[in-house]
Protein backbone atom coordinates (compact mmCIF):
# COMPACT_ATOMS: atom_id res chain seq x y z
CA UNK A 1 0.00 0.00 0.00
CA UNK A 2 1.34 3.67 -0.08
CA UNK A 3 2.87 5.32 2.26
CA UNK A 4 2.74 8.10 4.99
CA UNK A 5 5.64 9.40 6.70
CA UNK A 6 6.06 11.81 9.14
CA UNK A 7 8.79 13.77 10.70
CA UNK A 8 9.95 14.19 13.46
CA UNK A 9 8.72 10.44 15.49
CA UNK A 10 9.68 12.11 18.42
CA UNK A 11 9.89 16.03 19.63
CA UNK A 12 10.46 17.29 23.12
CA UNK A 13 10.59 20.90 23.54
CA UNK A 14 10.63 23.59 26.53
CA UNK A 15 7.05 25.39 26.93
CA UNK A 16 6.28 28.74 25.28
CA UNK A 17 8.28 27.36 21.81
CA UNK A 18 6.63 26.08 18.67
CA UNK A 19 7.13 23.11 16.77
CA UNK A 20 6.65 21.91 13.22
CA UNK A 21 5.36 18.41 12.00
CA UNK A 22 5.77 17.13 9.21
CA UNK A 23 3.45 14.93 7.20
CA UNK A 24 4.52 13.28 3.74
CA UNK A 25 2.56 11.06 0.75
CA UNK A 26 6.08 9.30 -0.49
CA UNK A 27 4.36 7.44 -3.74
CA UNK A 28 1.06 8.95 -4.19
CA UNK A 29 -0.34 12.95 -4.34
CA UNK A 30 -3.00 13.30 -1.49
CA UNK A 31 -5.61 15.40 -2.33
CA UNK A 32 -6.58 15.83 1.30
CA UNK A 33 -4.83 14.98 4.57
CA UNK A 34 -6.27 14.71 7.84
CA UNK A 35 -4.74 16.02 11.68
CA UNK A 36 -5.64 13.50 14.58
CA UNK A 37 -4.66 13.86 18.31
CA UNK A 38 -4.33 10.72 20.39
CA UNK A 39 -4.27 11.11 23.94
CA UNK A 40 -2.61 8.31 25.63
CA UNK A 41 -5.13 5.24 26.21
CA UNK A 42 -7.64 7.15 24.40
CA UNK A 43 -9.56 7.20 20.33
CA UNK A 44 -7.95 9.18 17.69
CA UNK A 45 -9.84 12.90 17.39
CA UNK A 46 -9.87 14.67 14.30
CA UNK A 47 -8.18 17.87 14.26
CA UNK A 48 -8.37 19.23 11.46
CA UNK A 49 -9.16 18.66 7.38
CA UNK A 50 -6.63 19.98 5.10
CA UNK A 51 -6.59 20.73 1.29
CA UNK A 52 -3.62 21.47 -0.80
CA UNK A 53 -3.51 24.87 -2.06
CA UNK A 54 -6.60 25.83 0.35
CA UNK A 55 -7.41 26.74 4.02
CA UNK A 56 -7.51 24.05 6.80
CA UNK A 57 -11.26 23.33 8.06
CA UNK A 58 -10.72 22.68 11.66
CA UNK A 59 -12.76 20.79 13.80
CA UNK A 60 -15.15 22.27 16.57
CA UNK A 61 -13.08 23.52 19.94
CA UNK A 62 -9.73 23.06 18.13
CA UNK A 63 -8.03 26.68 17.81
CA UNK A 64 -6.98 27.18 14.61
CA UNK A 65 -4.63 29.74 15.63
CA UNK A 66 -2.62 27.50 17.95
CA UNK A 67 -2.79 24.56 15.53
CA UNK A 68 -1.30 26.27 12.08
CA UNK A 69 -1.70 23.73 9.21
CA UNK A 70 -0.04 24.24 5.55
CA UNK A 71 -0.41 22.11 3.14
CA UNK A 72 1.56 23.73 0.34
CA UNK A 73 1.86 21.03 -1.91
CA UNK A 74 0.50 17.43 -2.99
CA UNK A 75 2.91 15.94 -1.27
CA UNK A 76 3.30 17.78 2.17
CA UNK A 77 0.92 19.05 5.08
CA UNK A 78 2.89 20.43 8.38
CA UNK A 79 1.01 20.92 11.14
CA UNK A 80 2.93 23.61 13.39
CA UNK A 81 1.69 23.55 17.53
CA UNK A 82 2.14 27.51 18.53
CA UNK A 83 3.15 28.33 21.91
CA UNK A 84 3.15 25.01 23.05
CA UNK A 85 2.44 24.16 26.60
CA UNK A 86 2.60 20.57 28.90
CA UNK A 87 -1.48 19.87 27.89
CA UNK A 88 -0.49 19.37 24.09
CA UNK A 89 1.81 16.98 24.68
CA UNK A 90 0.23 13.66 22.66
CA UNK A 91 0.51 11.69 19.81
CA UNK A 92 -0.37 13.19 16.80
CA UNK A 93 -0.79 11.48 13.59
CA UNK A 94 -1.93 12.37 9.54
CA UNK A 95 -3.67 10.67 7.16
CA UNK A 96 -3.66 11.39 3.15
CA UNK A 97 -6.05 10.21 0.88
CA UNK A 98 -5.83 9.38 -2.95
CA UNK A 99 -9.73 9.62 -3.14
CA UNK A 100 -9.78 5.74 -3.22
CA UNK A 101 -8.16 4.94 -0.02
CA UNK A 102 -7.22 6.48 3.36
CA UNK A 103 -3.27 5.88 4.44
CA UNK A 104 -1.99 6.90 7.90
CA UNK A 105 1.43 7.82 8.93
CA UNK A 106 3.34 6.30 12.24
CA UNK A 107 2.72 9.51 14.24
CA UNK A 108 5.07 11.93 16.25
CA UNK A 109 4.68 11.97 20.08
CA UNK A 110 5.19 15.68 20.99
CA UNK A 111 5.99 16.08 24.62
CA UNK A 112 6.18 19.49 26.30
CA UNK A 113 8.03 20.35 29.38
CA UNK B 1 -22.31 14.96 14.11
CA UNK B 2 -21.49 11.03 14.44
CA UNK B 3 -21.18 8.91 17.45
CA UNK B 4 -19.32 5.42 17.41
CA UNK B 5 -19.76 3.37 20.54
CA UNK B 6 -17.16 0.04 20.82
CA UNK B 7 -17.45 -2.35 23.23
CA UNK B 8 -15.45 -3.80 25.50
CA UNK B 9 -12.32 -1.86 25.95
CA UNK B 10 -10.46 -4.91 26.84
CA UNK B 11 -10.63 -8.00 25.94
CA UNK B 12 -8.06 -10.76 26.99
CA UNK B 13 -8.45 -14.31 24.98
CA UNK B 14 -6.14 -17.47 24.79
CA UNK B 15 -4.01 -18.06 21.80
CA UNK B 16 -6.43 -20.30 19.35
CA UNK B 17 -9.33 -18.54 20.50
CA UNK B 18 -12.03 -16.48 18.49
CA UNK B 19 -12.05 -12.94 19.61
CA UNK B 20 -15.11 -10.30 18.92
CA UNK B 21 -15.64 -6.47 19.13
CA UNK B 22 -18.41 -4.60 18.21
CA UNK B 23 -19.27 -1.20 17.68
CA UNK B 24 -22.58 1.06 17.08
CA UNK B 25 -22.68 4.06 15.02
CA UNK B 26 -25.81 7.04 15.10
CA UNK B 27 -25.61 8.50 12.01
CA UNK B 28 -27.98 6.13 9.25
CA UNK B 29 -25.98 7.89 6.86
CA UNK B 30 -22.89 6.07 7.02
CA UNK B 31 -21.81 4.08 4.59
CA UNK B 32 -18.05 2.83 5.26
CA UNK B 33 -17.11 0.94 8.27
CA UNK B 34 -12.85 0.17 8.48
CA UNK B 35 -11.32 -1.57 11.18
CA UNK B 36 -7.57 -0.71 12.03
CA UNK B 37 -4.87 -2.17 14.26
CA UNK B 38 -3.03 -0.01 16.33
CA UNK B 39 0.50 -1.32 17.79
CA UNK B 40 1.83 0.91 20.88
CA UNK B 41 3.69 3.64 19.94
CA UNK B 42 2.59 3.50 16.07
CA UNK B 43 -0.30 5.01 13.58
CA UNK B 44 -3.26 2.50 12.82
CA UNK B 45 -3.60 0.18 10.01
CA UNK B 46 -6.42 -0.22 8.32
CA UNK B 47 -7.33 -4.16 8.42
CA UNK B 48 -10.39 -4.70 6.99
CA UNK B 49 -13.34 -2.01 6.16
CA UNK B 50 -17.11 -3.07 4.94
CA UNK B 51 -19.48 -1.11 2.94
CA UNK B 52 -23.23 -0.79 3.59
CA UNK B 53 -24.53 -2.68 0.27
CA UNK B 54 -22.52 -5.62 2.16
CA UNK B 55 -23.72 -7.79 5.28
CA UNK B 56 -20.56 -9.76 6.01
CA UNK B 57 -16.66 -9.57 4.53
CA UNK B 58 -13.69 -11.93 4.87
CA UNK B 59 -10.16 -12.21 4.96
CA UNK B 60 -8.38 -14.92 5.89
CA UNK B 61 -8.69 -15.21 10.26
CA UNK B 62 -10.61 -11.92 10.08
CA UNK B 63 -14.14 -10.94 9.68
CA UNK B 64 -16.41 -8.48 9.96
CA UNK B 65 -20.36 -8.25 9.76
CA UNK B 66 -22.77 -5.19 9.37
CA UNK B 67 -26.34 -4.72 10.35
CA UNK B 68 -27.58 -1.45 9.19
CA UNK B 69 -30.49 -1.62 10.63
CA UNK B 70 -29.35 -1.77 14.03
CA UNK B 71 -26.55 0.53 13.22
CA UNK B 72 -23.89 -2.02 14.76
CA UNK B 73 -20.94 -3.87 13.23
CA UNK B 74 -18.47 -6.14 14.28
CA UNK B 75 -14.89 -7.76 14.08
CA UNK B 76 -14.46 -11.18 14.51
CA UNK B 77 -11.01 -12.78 14.45
CA UNK B 78 -10.62 -16.20 14.71
CA UNK B 79 -7.59 -18.65 15.74
CA UNK B 80 -5.99 -15.38 17.50
CA UNK B 81 -2.07 -15.65 18.06
CA UNK B 82 0.29 -13.74 20.25
CA UNK B 83 1.06 -11.37 17.52
CA UNK B 84 -3.02 -10.45 16.86
CA UNK B 85 -2.84 -7.94 20.20
CA UNK B 86 -2.89 -4.65 19.74
CA UNK B 87 -5.57 -2.03 20.10
CA UNK B 88 -8.63 -1.78 17.81
CA UNK B 89 -10.46 0.78 16.67
CA UNK B 90 -13.65 0.67 14.85
CA UNK B 91 -14.64 3.68 12.60
CA UNK B 92 -17.40 5.25 10.26
CA UNK B 93 -17.87 7.64 7.45
CA UNK B 94 -20.89 9.12 7.27
CA UNK B 95 -20.09 10.41 3.91
CA UNK B 96 -19.83 7.23 2.61
CA UNK B 97 -16.22 6.95 1.08
CA UNK B 98 -13.10 5.71 2.22
CA UNK B 99 -11.48 8.77 1.64
CA UNK B 100 -13.01 11.22 3.92
CA UNK B 101 -13.69 12.20 7.38
CA UNK B 102 -13.43 9.33 9.76
CA UNK B 103 -15.29 9.23 13.40
CA UNK B 104 -13.41 6.26 15.70
CA UNK B 105 -14.86 4.21 18.50
CA UNK B 106 -13.00 4.62 21.71
CA UNK B 107 -10.50 1.43 21.09
CA UNK B 108 -10.26 -2.01 22.18
CA UNK B 109 -7.27 -3.48 23.55
CA UNK B 110 -6.42 -7.20 22.70
CA UNK B 111 -4.26 -9.37 24.55
CA UNK B 112 -3.77 -12.58 23.22
CA UNK B 113 -2.23 -14.73 25.45
CA UNK B 114 0.24 -17.72 24.69
Known amino acids: GAVVSQHPSRVICKSGTSVKIECRSL??????MFWYRQFPKQSLMLMAT?????????EQGVEKDKFLINHASLTLSTLTVTSAHPEDSSFYIC?????????FGPGTRLTVL | GENVEQHPSTLSVQEGDSAVIKCTYSDSASNYFPWYKQELGKGPQLIID?????GEKKDQRIAVTLNKTAKHFSLHITETQPEDSAVYFCASNSGGTSYGKLTFGQGTILTVHP
Open chain 2, 50 to 54: IRSNV
Open chain 1, 50 to 58: SNEGSKATY
Open chain 1, 27 to 32: DFQATT
Open chain 1, 95 to 103: SATDTNEQF
